[in-house]
C-alpha cells in the first residue's frame, strides 16, 4: 500500500463548480499533513496545511480525519486558474529530516 | 520566483553515464533537499542536506549521491545511468528553523532523459 493514495483524476469541471479531492495516508503517526498545487510543467508550491480542526483560505477549505487517516481539500466556486495537480502531502514522524512524502496528486480541469 | 535555481534545466544522457545537477537555494535557507518526479507521479524525496551535512535519505540507492557547499547551494549526483532514472529532478530550500512548517520552496527542475 502506498504511504500517500489520492484519486488521479482528472476532474473536469465547469467555472463556479464546488469540487472535492481527497487523500488517504497509511502511517497512523504522521504528524504533519498539506496540500501543494503544481501546474503543468511547474515547480509544487504549497496551497495550505491542514489541521484537525479544519481550515480555510479563502475558497479553499482543508480537512483531516486523523481516526480514518483521511484528508481532503474542498474548492468553491472553482476558476479557471484553479486548474492544475493537487499534491496531498504527509510528513511521517519518524521521517529523519523534515522528508514530504507526496501522493500522485489528483488533475483538475476547469473550463468555462 | 522562489529564488531557487537549477542546471541545467534539461539534459540527455546514456545508460551508465554520469550526472551532476546543481541548485543554488532561497538566500537565507540552510536546507536543501532533492526530489525525484516521474511522469505522472509525486515527488519522491531522495535526500536532505542541513549545513552540508546530509540528515535524511529516502529509498534510493547509493549511487544517488549529494554535496552541499558552504553557501548551501548543493549538487545532486547520479552515477551508472539507468533508463528509469529519467525525471524531473526538482531542488527544494527551506529555512531549518523559522519557517512555515512544510513549506518548501521548489526550483524549476533539471528534466533528465537517459537513452
Known amino acids: 500500500r502506498k504511504e500517500v493514495e489520492q484519486d488521479p483524476g482528472p476532474f473536469n469541471v465547469p467555472e463556479g463548480a464546488t469540487v472535492a479531492f481527497n487523500c488517504t495516508y497509511s502511517?497512523?503517526?504522521?504528524?504533519?499533513f498539506f496540500w501543494y498545487r503544481q501546474d503543468c510543467r511547474k515547480e509544487p508550491k504549497l496551497l495550505m496545511s491542514v489541521y484537525s480542526s479544519g481550515n480555510e483560505d479563502g475558497r479553499f477549505t482543508a480537512q483531516l480525519n486523523r481516526a480514518s487517516q483521511y484528508i481532503s481539500l474542498l474548492i468553491r466556486d472553482s476558476k479557471l486558474s484553479d486548474s492544475a495537480t493537487y499534491l496531498c502531502?504527509?510528513?511521517?514522524?519518524?521521517?529523519?529530516?523534515?522528508?514530504?512524502?507526496f501522493g500522485k496528486g489528483t488533475t483538475l480541469s476547469v473550463s468555462s | 520566483e522562489t529564488g531557487v535555481t537549477q542546471s541545467p534545466t534539461h539534459l540527455i544522457k546514456t545508460r551508465g553515464q554520469q550526472v551532476t545537477l546543481r541548485c543554488s537555494s532561497q538566500s537565507g535557507h540552510n536546507t536543501v533537499s532533492w526530489y525525484q518526479q516521474a511522469l505522472g507521479q509525486g515527488p519522491q524525496f531522495i535526500f536532505q542536506?542541513?549545513?552540508?551535512?546530509?540528515?535524511g535519505r529516502g529509498n534510493f540507492p547509493p549511487r544517488f549521491s549529494g554535496l552541499q557547499f558552504p553557501n548551501y547551494s548543493s549538487e545532486l549526483n547520479v552515477n551508472a545511468l539507468e533508463l528509469d532514472d529519467s525525471a524531473l529532478y526538482l531542488c527544494?530550500?527551506?529555512?531549518?528553523?523559522?519557517?512555515?512548517?512544510?513549506?518548501?520552496?521548489f526550483g524549476e527542475g533539471s528534466r533528465l532523459t537517459v537513452l
Open positions: 502511517n497512523s503517526a504522521s504528524q504533519s
Open positions: 542536506y542541513y549545513r552540508e551535512e546530509e540528515n
Open positions: 502531502v504527509v510528513i511521517p514522524l519518524n521521517q529523519a529530516g523534515t522528508a514530504l512524502i
Open positions: 527544494a530550500s527551506s529555512r531549518g528553523t523559522g519557517g512555515r512548517p512544510g513549506e518548501l520552496f
